[in-house]
């Protein structure tokens, strides 16, 4: 089957590789029809997050079930089912009590050894704890296979970002980072009934998505300057709710000066860089909190998918570049450049 695999920065390459089978009792093979390129994902093509040379990549898919292994109960074969980010084995403490990224069996897809979402086909460890069956009949659909893949991650990152900061009606929320997680994160909060949202981001076909989505308001400076214009708008005192999506020290220090006093900091941007733009005495006599880190989505799939369903929310307008699987590289550049928000990946 075909397959990305990396081999240096900015050496994407889309390979035949072996095709997946049933290893473990527990496993399941899905047959992709939708994946993405995540921003997450450049940091491994910039360079800046090690890879073996020939390691497969892509961590959001959904697809149809190919095979089983005999312990398998949830889903069978011909199930249209989406995968999280992670796999877990849906038993362990952490995912029962619904923190699915630290399971002690789980694991991220493109790991050294096991498949990468962006392929053909992907084994599947602990199907049952990891799968989530979605309507056979949305796989007509390419709309709506649009907006269940944002399932996967980017999605539940939004939302977990807004719960974490503590978005909820009557709030008012500021969303730090224009990319296809703090878009979803606009989603998410006007879903959770915030009152206000404030949108920083600085392209304008990304923050005219942040108005769709249901931002009231788009600041476009940066650094102090977007400090100064969020807290002209909300009286001096900055959001009750702010979103940190970006993962910078800039990023990270815009979104505690525009956090109003007894506020809160939902953060998942994958850190990087040397500083954390945290000051904890800042933080600490302005009683604001800090919440977030990996999105555990294989916990959020249930309570976001029967909205995604009906309509109610449509994320898929984050997908503005449609590739097949031989495009994969060119979209990996489009994304570094700025040209594409996010990389829908067919495999029909």
């Not at 399941?28 to 997050?49: H, K, M, N, P, Q």
């Not at 619904?98 to 694991?107: A, D, F, I, R, Y």
């Amino acid at each position: 089957m075909r397959a990305t695999t990396i081999h240096a920065p900015y050496d994407m390459r889309v390979e035949d590789v072996p095709e997946p089978v049933v290893q473990l009792p527990t496993d399941a093979v899905v047959r992709v029809l939708r994946a993405c390129i995540c921003g997450s994902d450049l940091w491994a093509y910039r360079g800046e997050a090690a890879r073996q040379p020939g390691q497969r990549i892509g961590h959001e898919f959904l697809g149809i079930v190919e095979e089983t292994g005999s312990e398998v109960g949830t889903v069978k074969r011909g199930d249209l089912v989406v995968a999280p980010f992670m796999w877990s084995d849906g038993v362990c403490d952490y995912c029962r009590e619904g923190l699915t990224t630290s399971c002690e069996h789980g694991g991220f897809w493109g790991s050294v050894g096991y498949d990468g979402g962006q392929g053909e086909a992907v084994r599947v460890p602990f199907a049952d704890g990891t799968l989530v069956r979605l309507p056979k009949e949305a796989a007509s659909d390419d709309h709506l296979l649009s907006a269940l893949l944002t399932l996967s991650d980017v999605l539940g990152t939004g939302h977990h970002a807004a719960l974490g900061a503590g978005a909820r009606p009557g709030a008012t929320v500021a969303v730090v980072g224009d990319g296809a997680v703090g878009l979803c994160a606009v989603l998410a909060a006007k879903r959770l009934g915030a009152e206000r949202i404030i949108a920083l981001g600085r392209h304008e076909v990304r923050t005219d998505i942040a108005r769709r989505f249901g931002a009231t308001d788009v600041v476009a400076e940066r650094g102090d300057a977007a400090v100064e214009a969020v807290r002209e708008l909300t009286r001096g005192q900055g959001a009750h709710a702010v979103v940190e999506a970006v993962g910078t020290e800039q990023s990270m220090r815009t979104a505690v000066n525009v956090t109003r006093d007894g506020g809160a900091i939902g953060f998942v941007g994958v850190p990087h860089g040397s500083g954390t733009g945290l000051d904890l005495g800042v933080m600490f006599d302005r009683n604001i909190a800090l919440r977030g880190g990996v999105a555990p989505v294989r916990a959020y799939i249930p309570d976001l998918l029967p909205d995604v369903l009906d309509g109610t929310i449509d994320p898929s307008p984050v997908f503005d570049m449609t590739v097949g699987i031989d495009g994969v590289p060119e979209g990996y550049k489009a994304m570094d450049q700025r040209i594409a928000l996010k990389v829908l990946v067919t495999n029909d």
